[in-house]
């Protein structure tokens, strides 16, 4: 059995940063699948924020978080995370981090596995 936990979450200040860990464990061949980081309000879709490649090589962004956004991963850790910087109040959802077959996947049904999600809340 698969499983992803988040961690890193919290309440900030907006302009602060917040690193997100999500570490897998389970039977998977952790360096040959992509992982990626969604985000979701409460009562919303849940959106896309960053997918990286199996060996870390090429990352991709949603707009919104171009340029203060990070995504890394470490293979060797079966970890990814995401370092977040300069947030802003509309940053505030549930981060979940996701792992599957399809490299730099940008929709949920390309990861066939999820976490449980944690909280970042960003006060102006």
């Known amino acids: 059995q698969v499983q992803l936990v988040e961690s890193g979450g919290g309440l900030v200040q907006a302009g602060d940063s917040l690193r997100l860990s999500c570490v897998v464990s389970?039977?998977?061949?952790?360096?040959?699948?992509?992982m990626g980081w969604f985000r979701q309000v409460s009562g919303k879709e849940r959106e896309f924020v960053a997918a990286i490649s199996s060996n870390a090589g090429v990352a991709k962004y949603t707009d919104s978080v171009k340029g203060r956004f990070t995504i890394s991963r470490d293979n060797a850790k079966n970890a990814a995370y995401l370092q977040m910087n300069s947030l802003r109040p509309d940053d505030t959802a549930v981060y979940y981090c996701?792992?599957?077959?399809?490299?730099?996947?940008?929709?949920?049904?390309?990861?066939?596995?999820w976490g449980q999600g944690t909280q970042v809340t960003v006060s102006s």
């Open positions: 996701a792992l599957g077959r399809t490299s730099l996947g940008f929709r949920q049904y390309e990861y066939q596995y």
């Open positions: 389970g039977r998977t061949n952790f360096h040959h699948l992509g």
